[in-house]
């Protein structure tokens, strides 16, 4: 059974360029949600994707978009990157109406 | 809004010892989950523990065992003969209801390090 994978593992890049982050969800989940994790600090949530819709998104800009494709798994968009969004970005998986997510590795990105 | 308070920022514990690491939360929901998350340094946020608002027992997973006091709005976490590998940082986390989705509200952590 495989878990959640999310690609790249790391990443590296400069102020202004954008980034995509994939994750694909736990086998037999359909909800993903995405957090960032800067260096020292619990995750934040930034959006949660259910039936390739945005149900909710937290306290993130625009600059942040994402995606659901009809097989469940999800991308995260950042335009314009600033030094600031440099943190772990974490991918989660659940089934809509169960309780737990689970979690992904995460992708580390370095924007310099 | 909710939060979680974990006020231990580092823990040491000698390695075959319990230990607890504190959690305190706030809502103003009747229908809450409280979560514990293990984070070692590879990053991924392992899954640990859930207790239910309305559960009446204290949730177990084998060695670790969720302290749930709802009138302290406290949710320990209990962890029995600690291992080496238990060393990494833990996280309180409260799932919080959006107008149908869920988020997850995160504490700031405790590093746990157990020594041999």
């Known amino acids: 059974d495989a878990g959640v994978t999310q690609s790249p593992t790391h990443l590296i890049k400069t102020r202004g360029q954008q980034v995509t982050l994939r994750c694909s969800p736990k086998s037999g989940h359909d909800t993903v949600s995405w957090y960032q994790q800067a260096l020292g600090q619990g995750p934040q949530f930034i959006f949660q994707?259910?039936?390739?819709?945005?149900?909710q998104r937290g306290n993130f800009p625009d600059r942040f978009s994402g995606h659901q494709f009809p097989n469940y798994s999800s991308e995260l968009n950042v335009n314009a990157l600033w030094l600031g969004d440099s943190a772990l970005y974490l991918c989660?998986?659940?089934?809509?109406?169960?309780?737990?997510?689970?979690f992904g590795p995460g992708t580390r990105l370095l924007v310099l | 809004a909710q939060k979680i308070t974990q006020t231990q920022p580092g823990m040491f514990v000698q390695e075959k010892e319990a230990v607890t690491l504190d959690c305190t939360y706030d809502t103003s929901d009747q229908s809450y989950g409280l979560f514990w998350y293990k984070q070692p340094s590879s990053g991924e946020m392992i899954f640990l523990i859930y207790q239910g608002s309305y559960d009446e027992q204290n949730a177990t997973e084998g060695r670790y065992s969720l302290n749930f006091q709802k009138a302290r709005k406290s949710a320990n976490l209990v962890i029995s003969a600690s291992q080496l590998g238990d060393s990494a940082m833990y996280f309180c986390?409260?799932?919080?209801?959006?107008?149908?989705?869920?988020?997850?509200?995160f504490g700031q952590g405790t590093r746990l390090t157990i020594n041999p």
């Open positions: 989660a998986s659940s089934l809509l109406g169960k309780e737990t997510q689970y």
């Open positions: 994707y259910y039936e390739e819709e945005e149900r």
């Open positions: 986390a409260m799932r919080e209801n959006l107008e149908g989705a869920q988020k997850l509200v």
